[in-house]
């Protein structure tokens, strides 16, 4: 697994070899063709980061600076590996249900958020992130979750896109 795109371009992005679900390539590609210049300058915050695929690829395309977030003590160590050398980020461990509200009012542009799938954590990520108000307005939750999850939008929000890539759904907000 490696970078698409930007300064970081083709750096090697380290993984447990089992218990988690990067993004792929392709899918990484296509998000950030649909979110073109809005990433330049962009305060992130990737959720579930995982090994932090999305939130790097975001500041290698010119984001400004990188939240991750993520609970897996197995995980962790990868994903200070992978950001070690870029720059302006901050690791998070914890529950994401639990670190969003302390993030409150923190105005990011976009907010990746890639939760395990068939555990309900989709619709729940939605509900934090919107009542939280982490985005700033005008600011896009990009959501991927499967496709047999249903999916409510809430009042400040409104769904912009939503593209299927093999199970994968990604589903991108605007915050109102």
């Known amino acids: ?36 210049n809005e990433v330049a300058g962009a305060r992130v915050c990737d959720l579930f980061a995982g090994g932090g695929a999305l939130g790097i690829e975001a500041v290698s395309r010119g984001a400004r600076t990188a939240v991750f977030v993520e609970k897996s003590a ?9 950001v070690a050398q870029i720059g302006d980020v901050r690791v998070i461990r914890g529950d994401v249900l639990r670190i969003v509200p302390k993030l409150k009012g923190a105005a990011f542009d976009i907010v990746f958020a890639d939760p395990p799938y068939q555990k309900g954590l989709g619709q729940k990520t939605i509900e934090v992130v ?9 600011g896009v939750l990009i959501l991927e979750h499967n496709g047999e999850e249903t999916l409510v939008v809430p009042e400040k929000a409104a769904v912009v896109r939503q593209e299927r890539y093999g199970e994968s759904v990604v589903t991108i907000f605007r915050r109102c």
């Not at 970081?8 to 979110?35: C, D, H, M, V, W």
């Not at 919107?130 to 005008?138: A, D, N, Q, T, V």
């Open 130 to 138: 919107f009542k939280c108000e982490i985005l700033r307005p005008g």
């Open 1 to 36: 697994m490696r970078v698409t795109g930007g300064r970081l371009k083709g750096q090697r992005l380290f993984y447990p070899r089992s218990g988690i679900r990067p993004t792929k390539e392709i899918t990484r590609q296509a998000i950030f063709n649909i979110l073109g």
């Open 74 to 82: 197995v995980v962790l160590p990868y994903l200070h590996k992978n």
